[in-house]
């Protein structure tokens, strides 16, 4: 039997999660569909690192601005969905640590120095298992678990068809599909778009052991707090969808990630996620020019990070309110 919410998000990624948690919020009756797999979400250290992004990256001063006002709009919505955010800060070991702290400070993020290298109160964190629980849970949000095989739409609403034939019908439906293929039946334009997302493997590993009070980078290497241990992370493989663990890998990660730690310990599970990233490396969030087709895709590893701001331009679209100002960076039209 086919059913008809106000909205179907086709993805339970964090961003598919935050637009469907924002657009309840504001009293629209939300279906996300999703198969219930592990996705690039799932497998994360939940960093909210605008900072260190910003420092690792190279960033420009705007790009560091966008990032930084991407977090502050965590606060309120974790407040108004309970989720728990935690502004532990971070570390930062690496070589050269005046001239991080310089760049830091030069970006407009506090920063310190410490006996070997410096912390920033900056960066901020959640524990994406409850996260993504909680987001699901939302009331007006119904989460179904399955696998979308082909949409068709046209000037009235959209037929979204799972694989096992179940349907729904819906005027307004915001892909939020990773890095995944291009659905069968979207529009060619919006295929090619999904299309030209890039895949990046990332893969990081478990380690039971005492964690820090927060999380540690150094050069190609994290250590973040979860429970009952850490995770040590991450590699960015872009081209690649294989989820197969690189076990040389995770050993030279795991040794990197407890030498800044300072302690030995038995690593447990490696796990391995695709993120997908446009080309400029900022998501695709909003209307995508085909009537009540939204996009909400692509944050790179900033998933986490972009999550609300995400939500609330994808839902600002749909409602046809006037953009924020971070919506036009944002906009999956501005690669033409």
Known sequence: MASSPDVIVIGAGVLGLCTAAELAARGHAVTVIDPGTPNASSIAAGMIAPALESLLE???????????????????????????????????????????????????????????????????????????????????????????????????????????????????????????????????????????????????????????????????VYVAPCENGVVIGATMEPGRRDLQPDPVEAARQVAAGLALLGVAAEPGATRVGVRGATADGLPLAGASGEPGLHLALAPRRNGWLMGPLVGRITADGIEGRAPVADAAALDPLRFG
């Open 58 to 220: 190279g960033f420009p001063a705007e790009r560091a601005a966008l990032l930084k006002r991407a977090r502050d709009l965590w606060p309120a919505f974790a407040g108004a969905h309970g989720l728990t955010l935690l502004p532990e800060g971070a570390d930062w070991r690496g070589p050269d640590a005046a001239a991080a702290l310089a760049t830091l400070r030069a970006l407009g993020f506090a920063a310190s120095p410490t006996a070997d290298g410096l912390t920033t109160p900056d960066d901020w964190r959640i524990e994406i298992g409850p996260a993504l629980k909680a987001l699901g849970r939302t009331p007006g949000v119904s989460l179904v678990r399955g696998q979308v095989a082909r949409l068709a739409g046209d000037a009235r609403r959209w037929r979204v068809e799972a694989t096992d034939g179940r349907v729904w019908f819906s005027p307004t439906v915001v892909l939020a599909t990773g890095a995944g293929s291009p659905l069968a039946g979207l529009p060619d334009r919006i295929a090619s778009l999904v299309a030209s997302i890039t895949p990046i493997r990332g893969q990081l590993t478990f380690v039971p052991t005492a964690a820090p009070p927060r999380v540690i980078r150094g050069p190609g």
